[in-house]
């Protein structure tokens, strides 16, 4: 079956580590997404790749880093210096342009002790 | 930067009523897309919009470019239809923006 994978669904991690979310996809879409949904806010984009070996950011890209070294696999890493991790991270994949509909990954919730 | 602005924030009906979700966007848009997100989080895609109206089961979508808005109805409602409904327009780029989402619960 195609789908989005994003490993694990809860992390714990304490305060000063850098800590990797896994996502992978297998539908060969070009695009892959990373968001943030904190509670009473919609999803904001952190990164964002439209093809392999590139990415962007988005709106709150800053304490984040990603690799696009493969089409199927776009894993998001949250360094020390994001100021607030604590969240629930969700992953897409398209295949392409805001006009096509997008995947979504079941999410990691990431907590920061 | 395109402001989406979902109405009502927070909606209880009961079974079997007709359910009508609204939202609004500030600035012209390339799509607009409804989507699900169930309480253990997972997100699923409802619907794509460029213009006028899709239909699928017991969900109508329909925008209207003019006016910068768009609705979402449930038909029948059902208390699997429960959940956080959630509007995001996209424009020439790759990105969406999101709206808050309006939680929906349909009691039995």
């Known amino acids: 079956d195609g789908g989005i994978t994003q490993s694990p669904k809860y992390l714990f991690r304490k305060e000063g580590q850098n800590v990797t979310l896994s996502c992978e996809q297998n539908l060969n879409h070009d695009a892959m997404y990373w968001y943030r949904q904190d509670p009473g806010q919609g999803l904001r984009l952190i990164y964002y790749?439209?093809?392999?070996?590139?990415?962007q950011k988005g709106d709150i890209a800053e304490g984040y880093s990603v690799s696009r070294e493969k089409k199927e696999s776009f894993p998001l890493t949250v360094t020390s210096a994001q100021k607030n991790p604590t969240a629930f991270y969700l992953c897409?994949?398209?295949?392409?342009?805001?006009?096509?509909?997008?995947?979504f990954g079941p999410g990691t919730r990431l907590t920061v002790l | 930067k395109n402001e989406v602005e979902q109405s009502p924030q927070n909606l209880t009906a009961q079974e079997g009523e007709f359910i009508t979700i609204n939202c609004s966007y500030s600035?012209?848009?390339?799509?607009l897309h409804w989507l699900q997100q169930h309480p253990g989080g997972g997100i699923v895609s409802l619907f794509m919009?460029?213009?006028g109206k899709k239909k699928h089961g017991r969900l109508i979508a329909t925008i209207n470019i003019q006016e910068k808005h768009s609705s979402l109805h449930i038909t029948a409602s059902h208390p699997r239809d429960s959940a956080v409904y959630i509007c995001a327009v996209g424009g020439s780029n790759y990105k969406l923006t999101f709206g808050k989402g309006t939680l929906l619960t349909v009691n039995p």
């Open positions: 790749s439209q093809i392999v070996n590139d990415f």
């Open positions: 600035v012209g848009i390339s799509a």
């Open positions: 919009l460029s213009s």
């Open positions: 897409a994949s398209s295949k392409g342009g805001s006009y096509n509909e997008q995947f």
